[in-house]
């Protein structure tokens, strides 16, 4: 089912984040919302995780199950990269299968069992791509997720995700075109104020 988004209004007090947007998310595929900064494009993906309420207008066709990387990675400060994945999972897959996808994305031996507290901005924010990736969700939103990664390891992690989409819908959150060509995704082009996304 699509996601249909209708007449979205959005304001922090007297500042108006966007008014009157209207897209639609096509299920199973790549969608890459691209804009300039500041003009909404978290607060909208905020939106369609329920963490924040429009003033006006609807979003309908949303799955129930979703997951995402924030720009913040979100982890458990003293936890290991499996263990703050084992604890967004629960009793679904093993531990083995945790340690396969983040070696996947380069995360190897000992850092595993180090607390992401003493990992790189890197190895974290690919602790967080697994993460979202390994979710039972139909819905996966990624703002920003490969933000500070080196092109090696952009590649790589782009890859994986790529691979373990496994037919979800994906919403891509970036300001690098490069990123979303590489991801094969459909452009939706968000403005800041009036009218619809745009299509590119």
Same mark, same amino acid.
Not at 137 to 145: K, M, N, Q, T
């Given at each position: 089912?699509?996601?249909? %988004?209708?007449?979205?209004?959005?304001? /922090?007090?007297?500042?108006? %984040?966007?008014?009157?947007?209207?897209?639609?998310?096509? @299920?199973? +595929?790549?969608?890459?919302? =691209?804009?300039?900064?500041?003009?909404?494009?978290?607060?909208?993906?905020?939106?369609?995780?329920?963490?924040?309420?429009?003033?006006?207008?609807?979003?309908?066709?949303? @799955?129930?199950?979703?997951?995402?990387?924030?720009? #913040?990675?979100?982890?458990? +400060?003293?936890?290991?990269?499996?263990? !703050?994945?084992?604890?967004?999972?629960?009793?679904?897959?093993?531990?083995? #299968?945790?340690?396969? !996808?983040?070696?996947? %994305?380069?995360?190897?031996?000992?850092?595993?069992?180090?607390?992401?507290?003493?990992?790189?901005?890197?190895?974290?924010?690919?602790?967080?791509?697994?993460?979202? =990736?390994?979710?039972?969700? #139909?819905?996966?939103?990624?703002?920003?997720?490969?933000?500070?990664?080196? @092109?090696?390891?952009?590649?790589?992690? =782009?890859? /994986?995700?790529? +691979?373990?989409?496994?037919?979800?819908?994906?919403?891509?959150?970036?300001? !690098?075109?490069?990123?979303?060509?590489?991801?094969?995704?459909?452009?939706?082009?968000?403005?800041?104020?009036?009218?619809?996304?745009?299509?590119?």
């Amino acid at each position: 089912m699509k996601i249909t %988004v209708k007449d979205l209004w959005k304001s /922090y007090g007297e500042e108006s %984040v966007f008014q009157g947007f209207s897209t639609e998310i096509s @299920p199973g +595929e790549i969608t890459v919302l =691209m804009g300039r900064s500041g003009c909404g494009k978290t607060t909208f993906t905020r939106i369609l995780l329920g963490l924040e309420k429009a003033d006006r207008g609807t979003v309908s066709g949303l @799955p129930e199950k979703k997951s995402a990387v924030f720009q #913040e990675d979100r982890l458990f +400060e003293p936890f290991s990269a499996v263990s !703050n994945i084992r604890a967004a999972l629960g009793k679904k897959g093993t531990d083995r #299968e945790i340690r396969d !996808n983040l070696e996947a %994305v380069g995360l190897l031996g000992e850092v595993l069992l180090k607390p992401v507290s003493a990992l790189s901005g890197g190895m974290r924010r690919r602790t967080a791509i697994v993460r979202a =990736m390994m979710a039972d969700s #139909e819905l996966v939103i990624l703002d920003e997720p490969f933000e500070g990664l080196d @092109p090696e390891t952009k590649e790589r992690t =782009m890859a /994986y995700v790529r +691979e373990q989409r496994r037919g979800r819908t994906l919403l891509l959150v970036t300001h !690098n075109r490069e990123e979303g060509e590489a991801m094969g995704g459909k452009f939706l082009i968000f403005k800041r104020g009036d009218g619809d996304g745009r299509e590119d």
